[in-house]
């Protein structure tokens, strides 16, 4: 009866298991439908999957020819797969094509050969890409014997000009390049893809000048992430872009990851901004955040701070204190407490707070963290994730207590990891007795890394 099922009820069922790739998998075994359908939401993004020999069984015949005269040796002329996999594939991973596969994409063998043929069939056969990701030099110190033609040959990604291409990226969402690729990728990408939503940039000593063509032409960008933003400088954001960051109704997220905050950050003004992931040293950067948090903190809804384990309390207090004046409307929030009054401070001056996550100094108690969260926190929080604080069971009893008691109560979600028996018998039952109660709606305690 199932198998009678028409093909566009099939298509929605297994929509709904795209992230179950094991329920996926056994449907390939029931009939020819189903496995055509299976297979084709299994293969829009293949890259956690080893198939780098099923893409290359996909070229033809004649290519695989030129791959064995070539030196790559590992190809088989084999009689051509059961689906054309290549047209359903949703997501480029460069750094997958390049080396995962290392029996056959060793570095002896050539193997950007096999790469470029490999996104040559992609351009053709891809009617819309949704995702592009270049981002494998990160892992490139396990392949440092790279003959010095690498970054030469490097140059082959620059495939804009493949046949195909225009109509394979026109409706890319998502692309994670370098900031030294060549400008002229860039342009040209510009010129093709006008939806980018999620921009992720990670900088190197060099930057392309191109990147400012590419962020410009956007219409719809949502998202951008600039890491290793120390070696940003006002080269690469000149006034255009900050006219485009201040203009953008669309763009509602910033990731800066780096060492330090480059002074431009300054002069960034969103028009709707919302949230906002830092990850640096703030060490005489704290004014340059501040300044940030001035031009764009009022419709901020979710910050969150990674500082360093050497950042000192007065730091410390000037981000909080910047925080709790100019980011009323936040609604989640991670940051580091070193004083019990800081957090108080964010609770009075952030009433919209729904979580929070504390990286709490070890001088904190949880027992009094929790004390402050139970009577400080706003109506409508309900979610704490705590860290480096030491917790026992009788610490939270007493919180439980205190959340059943009050007045705008909402179950709450508790994440914690830190120090203290919270896994013995007694806080299990304390647990399933608040649960039953409706005070917790989770618990969760983690392991310490």
Known sequence: MISTLPTDCLN???ECLEEDKVTLHSCLLVNRLWCRISVEILWRNIWEFEKIRTLIACLPNELKDFLLNNGVTSISISKPPLFNYASFCKVISIRYLLFEDNEILSK?????LITKEILKMFMRQISSLKKMDFSFMEYYDDYACYDDDFYKNYNFLNFINFPGAKDCLKNLSELK???YMNSEFFFQLSKICRNINYLVIIFEKIASVGIKDLILSQNNLKSISFSGCNSCNESNFDDDILNYFTLSNTLTKLFLSGTSLPSIFTKIMFSNF???ILDFYPVNHVDILTKFLVNNGKNLEELELV???CVNSVINNSINLAIAKYCPSLK???TEFKRIEELIMIFDNCQQLESIRISSDKSLGGKKLLEIVAKYSPKNFHELNLF?????SKDLESFFISW????????FSFIYDGDGPVNNNKTGKLIKKYKALDVINKFEKRNRR
């Open 12 to 14: 929605q069922i297994f």
């Open 177 to 179: 390049c370098y900031s």
């Open 404 to 411: 059943k008691d009050r007045v705008s109560q909402r179950p």
């Open 274 to 276: 919302r949230i906002l």
């Open 108 to 112: 002896n063998q050539k193997n950007y």
């Open 307 to 309: 500082l360093s384990n």
């Open 388 to 392: 480096h604080a030491k917790l026992h």
């Open 332 to 334: 989640s929030l991670h």
